[in-house]
Structures are given as C-alpha cells and as structure tokens.
C-alpha cells in the first residue's frame, strides 16, 4: 500500500480540490429556442445543425 511521506497542509488539499468540481454541461440554443447540448440533438424539436434528423413520434393507434 501506498503511504503518503508528508502531510499535505490545509492550502495544499484545497488547491488539489479546486479542480474536483463537476463540469458544467455545455449548453447552447437550438433554432427552435430551447436550450439543447452541443453535438446532441434538440430534444424538442429533433434538430441537429438545422437539419431534422429525428423526426417527432406519432402516436400509431393499432387498427
Ligand atoms: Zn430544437
């Protein structure tokens, strides 16, 4: 097992946590208004770049 050789002082912890945050989504408006993730498909409207590429689900009732 691995044993630290110093202590590492308060500063020392905090500076190393500083980084541990979680990243924040990089988030973008898509044409339609809603904010959607970058290099993802609009959730709402099924845009990616403008271009429809998911069309929305219709309800198919079986006859
Ligand atoms: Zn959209």
Same mark, same amino acid.
């Given at each position: #097992?691995? %044993? ?7 500063? +020392?912890?905090? #500076? +190393? +946590?500083? *980084?541990? *945050?979680?990243? #924040?989504?990089?988030?973008? $408006? ?8 970058? *290099?993802? %498909? ?5 845009? $990616? ?15």
């Amino acid at each position: #097992m691995a %044993v630290q050789q110093n202590k590492k002082s308060r500063s +020392r912890k905090g #500076m +190393r +946590r500083s *980084h541990d *945050h979680a990243k #924040m989504p990089n988030v973008i $408006y898509c044409g339609c208004g809603e904010p959607t993730l970058s *290099h993802g %498909v609009c959730p709402s409207c099924g845009n $990616y770049k403008n271009v429809l590429v998911k069309p929305k689900k219709v309800k198919q009732s079986k006859a």
